[in-house]
Nanobody, 115 residues
Framework: QVQLEESGGGLVQPGGSLRLSCAAS????????RAWYRQAPGKQREVVAT???????TYEDSVKGRFTISRDNTKKTAYLQMNSLKPEDTAVYYC?????????WGQGTQVTVSS
């Protein structure tokens, strides 16, 4: 069983930065795609960024140029560097790991952008 533990959320002023981390534990047998999603109050969960095992990345349009997803396979950890944060980035951020047909989720970490 794979478990994901997120860290790095918090309160930040507009224009500030945060770095989220997602550490995976357990045995993963196949190549994986790591991703970050977010869910704001009253809205559906949306994908923010993804990175494949070959380091191909994709981003949701509103975060392009501001967020960077990366992964360290030796540490089984994925990161989301968030710069130039805006109030509309406020949400619970969830990390996701897909391995074959299986999908795993973290518990979520709150990111609040407010002055």
């Amino acid at each position: 069983q794979v478990q994901l533990e997120e860290s790095g959320g918090g309160l930040v002023q507009p224009g500030g930065s945060l770095r989220l981390s997602c550490a995976a534990s357990g045995t993963i047998f196949s190549t994986t795609t790591r991703a970050w999603y977010r869910q704001a109050p009253g809205k559906q969960r949306e994908v923010v960024a993804t990175v494949t095992s070959s380091a191909t990345t994709t981003y949701e349009d509103s975060v392009k140029g501001r967020f960077t997803i990366s992964r360290d396979n030796t540490k089984k950890t994925a990161y989301l560097q968030m710069n130039s944060l805006k109030p509309e980035d406020t949400a619970v951020y969830y990390c996701n790991l897909r391995s074959g047909l299986r999908s795993y989720w973290g518990q979520g970490t709150q990111v609040t952008v407010s002055s």
